[in-house]
């Protein structure tokens, strides 16, 4: 294609409304980014210093996990001040200094917006603690004891549901003589979304950050906001303890509407912006509507079935290896269930994920390979790709063993009441090793020294001593190497309208270990095969030598050029081959 040719589509991309299906999106965890001041927690100033890498990658907008004010119970995702940004991390002043060097990048930077609850250090929370009678009472939820019981006492609380962090959802306020919910920790209280001075409140806000010059946000579990009134229990699980409440808070029946007036309120007649709801638990039913453009709620939705496969009966802290194909067969169905309206996220990876490499590839004997061939399967999926930073390095799980090694919440509240239950540390701990959030916080390994370039100080959460061996700076420009896979399957994106704009249609190649895929666009076609797998496996691949003609593209194995060749000896574990033909004439 000519310069102009290459010019033309990149300006008329740029007009589209759904320009971010050419996009890919990088996440950011600041406080494991990068340290600028010494202090062992990564900061506004440290992104900045960083933006080199991400233009180096191609990636087109950057998610900024939570920078507001905060007490950091939650790591940021319980904020006290939503105009603000906490010291931690710098000032306003840096961050529009980040936002303006990273436009002048041509990255857009998309905020987190966490509504579902606030800090219980807000100020909106101390006054509707402040009485029964405070003006901002119902700006919460706010129950009274279950009737019967002493208030304050086990069994009294209002309904039986359990937190995603351990124990009850509700917290008693002696003050007050109510309680109040929490989903999260009981330093997040649910806001009362139901009440309009809470929504519009919070459209003034996400107002106040557009015009500021952000570009759109990511949704913290957007869909908990609304809730099934009257709250009431949960039915009990067969071996007791705190009840699944979700059914009565995901999805809820107002949760359409709400977003429809955010839209209203908030995104109509601005462009260039992108929305991305956080949903546990949503169906694709419910993400069809959520993202079917004519309705007007968010652009994409992070769905969890492929998140879930390796969570055991009791729990994602007792996990399993999923079967091989599990992987394959659960992302093939979001791809056909969103094939004709709406649009998928496609990550593996996150701040709440144990690594992907660890839980769904092979961080001993295929690292690499399996890095790579991960990364090829999600980012030539239909839909919006999202790296997390360290994912573009392969980074692994951590070596954890020891309960003061863990940092969040979730863990440390898991391990107490585990405690509390009696259950044996090791287990308990094995648990944590593999599947705990702290995985995905130790820093980013820039270099291959003790800190690893990330800190001049003491890093926050010990840095993976592995980054001896995996870091930015042991894989930039080397050819073959986890970054440069990522390069490459980024820039795939940009050239090629296939790989933006393309139906999916999964191969059945005989062996569903095997994760083999047709895109195809106005006489384009690309064509994905990837072993899944830890062993070689064989395909079947019907009329393999139509594709001869095809040009490989990308392939993170030496393997024969040609498709027909390619298949004709199985293909070595976690081998993934990209081909790309156009149509005739
Ligand atoms: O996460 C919500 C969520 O459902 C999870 O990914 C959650 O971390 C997991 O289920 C716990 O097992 C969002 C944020 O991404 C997470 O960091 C916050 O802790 C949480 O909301 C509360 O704001």
């Known amino acids: 294609m000519s310069m102009d040719a290459v010019s033309d589509r990149e300006s008329a991309w740029a007009q589209r409304p759904d320009w971010w299906k050419r996009a ?216 007791g303890g705190w009840a699944d409440g979700s059914p009565l808070y995901m999805n809820g029946p107002r949760l359409h509407e709400f977003l429809q007036e955010m839209h209203r309120e908030v995104f109509a007649g601005r462009s260039g912006l992108l929305t991305v709801g956080e949903t546990p638990g949503v169906t694709v039913e419910e993400a069809r509507l959520l993202t079917d453009p004519a309705r007007a709620e968010v652009d994409m939705v992070f769905q969890f079935d492929h998140v879930g496969l390796d969570h055991g009966p009791e729990g994602k802290f007792a996990p399993q290896r999923p079967e091989p194909g599990a992987l394959a067969a659960s992302f093939t169905q979001w791809q056909d269930a969103l094939a004709d309206v709406g649009w998928n996220s496609l990550y593996l990876a996150n701040h709440d994920q144990a690594r992907p490499v660890s839980r769904f590839g092979d961080d001993e004997r295929h690292w690499r390979e399996s890095a790579t061939a991960l990364a090829t399967i999600l980012h030539l999926q239909r839909g919006t790709p999202y790296v997390y930073q360290g994912e573009e390095i392969g980074m692994t799980n951590a070596p954890f063993a020891d309960i003061d090694a863990f940092r969040d919440v979730e863990s440390l509240n898991h391990y107490a009441e585990a405690m509390a239950r009696g259950s044996a540390p090791a287990d308990v701990l094995l648990g944590l090793a593999s599947m705990s959030r702290d995985n995905a916080r130790t820093p980013v390994q820039w270099e291959s020294t003790p800190t690893a370039g990330f800190t001049t100080g003491e890093p926050w959460l010990a840095v993976n001593p592995n980054a001896a061996r995996i870091s930015v700076a042991a894989q930039r420009g080397v050819p073959g190497s986890v970054l440069e896979h990522y390069r490459a399957l980024i820039a795939l994106r940009h050239d090629l309208d296939v790989v933006a704009e393309g139906t999916f249609t999964r191969l059945d190649v005989g062996d569903p270990a095997v994760f083999a895929f047709v895109r195809a666009f106005e006489g384009e076609e690309l064509l994905v095969l990837a072993n899944l797998s830890s062993d070689p496996r064989s395909v079947a691949l019907a009329g393999a030598d139509e594709w001869d003609a095809a040009v490989a593209v990308l392939s993170n194995v030496d393997s024969p050029a040609r498709v027909s060749e390619a298949v004709a000896a199985p293909l070595a574990p976690w081998a993934a081959a990209v081909w790309h033909r156009r149509a005739e004439g």
């Open 24 to 239: 890919v999106v990088y996440q950011v965890y600041p406080r494991s980014f990068q340290d600028s001041d010494g202090d062992g927690v990564g900061d506004l100033r440290g992104v900045l210093s960083r933006l080199d890498h991400l233009a180096y990658l191609g990636v087109d907008v950057v998610w900024l996990s939570p920078i507001y004010r905060s007490p950091h119970a939650d790591n940021g995702y319980d904020i006290s001040d939503y105009r603000d940004i906490d010291p931690l991390f710098g000032t306003l002043d840096d961050l529009d200094a980040l936002v303006d060097a990273a436009h002048a990048r041509g990255i857009r930077i998309v905020m987190d917006l966490v509504v579902n609850h606030t800090s219980d250090e807000h100020t909106w929370f101390a006054e509707s603690r402040s009485g029964r009678d405070s003006p901002r009472r119902d700006w919460y939820w706010w129950s009274p004891a279950r009737p019967g019981h002493e208030p304050g006492t086990p069994g009294a609380e209002p309904t039986n549901w359990e937190s995603f962090f351990s124990g009850p959802v509700w917290q008693w306020d002696e003050a007050s003589g109510e309680y109040y919910l929490h989903l999260f920790d009981r330093k997040q209280p649910d806001l009362n979304w139901e009440n309009p001075e809470v929504r519009h409140a919070v459209y003034d806000m996400m107002r106040w950050w557009l015009d500021r010059g952000i570009d759109g946000f990511r949704m913290d579990v957007i869909n908990l906001i609304s809730k099934r009134l009257p709250l009431s229990d949960a039915p009990e699980r067969p071996e």
